[in-house]
């Protein structure tokens, strides 16, 4: 069982950064792929960033390549999601997920724990 709490939240204008967290509980995390999604209202949920169990392989969507950093600190039992350039379009509660494998995926439907998420505002 893994239990995963986002943080790090919040309003921002268009332009800046914001930095998510997600805290992972148990001891087995470094045997777990990461992903972030994202749900817009009124959209499905859809897929930002992945990273593998050990850190070496990231891979992301279109719409935040080159804007957004995901890497994560096994002896934290965390993974991070570095949001720059912020666009009104990003905003959307943000969840991390758990994959037991050693590579992330694309689809939510390959995650096994999800966390709470956290709500991103951008303001234009």
């Known amino acids: 069982q893994v239990e995963l709490v986002e943080s790090g939240g919040g309003l921002v204008q268009a332009g800046g950064s914001l930095r998510l967290s997600c805290a992972a509980s148990?001891?087995?995390?470094?045997?777990?792929?990461m992903g972030w999604f994202r749900q817009a209202p009124g959209k499905e949920r859809e897929f930002v960033a992945t990273?593998?169990?050990?850190?070496?392989?990231?891979y992301y969507a279109d719409s935040v390549k080159g804007r957004f950093t995901i890497s994560r600190d096994n002896a934290k039992n965390t993974v991070y999601l570095q949001m720059s350039s912020l666009k009104p379009e990003d905003t959307a509660v943000y969840y991390c997920a758990a994959r037991n494998a050693r590579l992330g995926h694309v689809s939510s439907n390959e995650y096994d724990y999800w966390g709470q998420g956290t709500q991103v505002t951008v303001s234009s």
């Open positions: 148990g001891r087995t995390f470094s045997s777990y792929a």
């Open positions: 990273i593998s169990w050990g850190g070496g392989s990231t």
